[in-house]
């Protein structure tokens, strides 16, 4: 019986924590948007060099049929979002720094890594049109 207390005891103490309140969500957890999210990065920082000219057109009504799914013709057969998975992503591959797909883009400055990251998560996510 001693020991049937003692045990008791020891799992009453183990398994009370104090209470930390909710858990936050991780950022993954967060939806990223295209239209409120990445759109608005593609306005400040890409349009000025790919407006609509018959080439990359990352104006808001050609962007996403621009981008998800369809081949980056200067890297073909690469894909330029391939949906759920950013690192086989021309897109993702021309801001990240590496320089696998040539000059990181925009050309002469750079996302911030909130931007890049933001990309990132859209693209892993699925890539939506939302």
Same mark, same amino acid.
């Given at each position: 019986?001693?020991?049937?207390?003692?045990?008791?005891?020891?799992?009453?103490?183990? +398994? *009370?924590?104090? #209470?930390?309140? &909710?858990?936050?969500?991780?950022?993954?957890?967060?939806?990223?948007?295209?239209?409120? #999210?990445?759109?608005?990065?593609?306005?400040?920082?890409?349009?000025? *060099?790919?407006?609509? #000219?018959?080439?990359?057109?990352?104006?808001?009504?050609?962007?996403?049929?621009?981008?998800?799914?369809?081949? +980056? @013709?200067?890297?073909? &057969? @690469?894909?330029?979002?391939?949906?759920?998975?950013?690192?086989?992503?021309?897109?993702?591959?021309? !801001?990240?720094?590496?320089?696998?797909?040539?000059?990181?883009? &925009?050309?002469?400055?750079?996302?911030?890594?909130?931007? !890049?990251?933001?990309?990132?998560?859209?693209?892993?996510?699925?890539?939506?049109?939302?």
């Amino acid at each position: 019986m001693k020991k049937l207390m003692i045990l008791f005891l020891f799992l009453s103490f183990v +398994a *009370c924590k104090k #209470d930390q309140g &909710p858990i936050e969500p991780q950022d993954n957890t967060v939806e990223v948007r295209f239209s409120a #999210d990445i759109q608005p990065i593609f306005n400040q920082s890409c349009v000025a *060099c790919h407006p609509n #000219d018959g080439s990359l057109n990352l104006t808001a009504s050609n962007a996403y049929g621009d981008l998800v799914g369809v081949v +980056a @013709s200067a890297y073909a &057969p @690469s894909i330029r979002v391939v949906v759920g998975d950013a690192e086989h992503s021309v897109l993702y591959k021309k !801001i990240d720094g590496s320089n696998i797909y040539g000059s990181n883009m &925009p050309l002469g400055s750079s996302l911030s890594s909130a931007q !890049i990251e933001l990309i990132k998560k859209w693209i892993d996510q699925g890539a939506k049109n939302n």
